[in-house]
């Protein structure tokens, strides 16, 4: 029996009802050349059981292993993938049938290590909101565009495996953001492309993250981007974003500050983005708003309401 091409990594913890719809759309691909890997993470609802029973098709495996984190399950999943490519998938989201299709092809081009592709979030309504349709600044040598704006929610992602183990693990001690973290290591060692057009729903669902208390949302965010400087070779081929991706952090958590209406702290991280690197156009857009504070910001939306 010969080795898939692809191998989609699929993690899950506690989501019987949803991992169903997850599998089926990768089932569902019009390319057919992949396994499917079900990563356990320690799930108490029946999810093995759900498996063995109802899922038939032999090209999904089943992976267990105690609780330890969505990171420790793609760890998991790239160290037993079969293929040379790998594609990740979420239990509960949904890939569209052509997903596989558009993207494998764009790997013939053998500089190319990571590939995504256009998305939308689905609500719970089943309406789309935040879709997601890459620029041009994506393509090639894209860590720059990446670290302003993360357009690669983790089921649009295809890496290389041999990137892959070259680059290292995800880290596992990240709270959030270890795929962006992630992505950005891969695309330090490789050239970047896409498929644009949408081939990727992704759902809010209960047992999703929720906002962290502001401390602990500062700290990890620091930790997401200074972790892309953690190793000697990822440090050396990412130094001249660094000043990028400093302020990038500070100016994510300045926006978090504005939206607890914490605006002493949303002014103190907005200057610290720009003092790191005073061109930052995000950073600069956040600093008046910071500056208005709670009654100035609020007497504003109220006039801009009155004038439509």
Known sequence: MSEPRVSVVLPTW????????????????TYQDYEVLVVDDGSTDGTAAWVQESVTDARVRYLGQENRGVSAARNAGIRAARGELIAFQDSDDLWLPSKLARQVPLFDRPEVGFVFCGSARQDGAGGFREVRHPGAEYRGHAV????????????SVMIRKRIALETGPMYEDLVFGEDWNY?????????????????????????????????????????LFEGLYRDPETARRLAPFRRDALSQAHTLIAAEALAQERFDVAREEAWRAIRIHPTHRAAWRLLPRALLGKQL????????????
Do not use: Y
């Open 14 to 29: 506690n989501r019987k009802r949803l991992l169903g719809e997850a599998i089926a759309s990768v089932l569902a691909q």
């Open 144 to 155: 720059g565009a990446m670290i302003r704006r993360n357009m690669m929610p983790t089921p």
């Open 183 to 223: 992505w950005l290591r891969i695309a330090a060692r490789c050239e970047v492309d896409f498929a644009p057009e949408v081939l990727v729903h992704f759902r809010d669902t209960p047992g999703g993250l929720s906002r962290l208390d502001f401390d602990r949302f500062r700290e990890n965010t620091i930790r």
């Open 297 to 308: 910001l609020g007497a504003l939306r109220r006039l801009r309401r009155s004038e439509r």
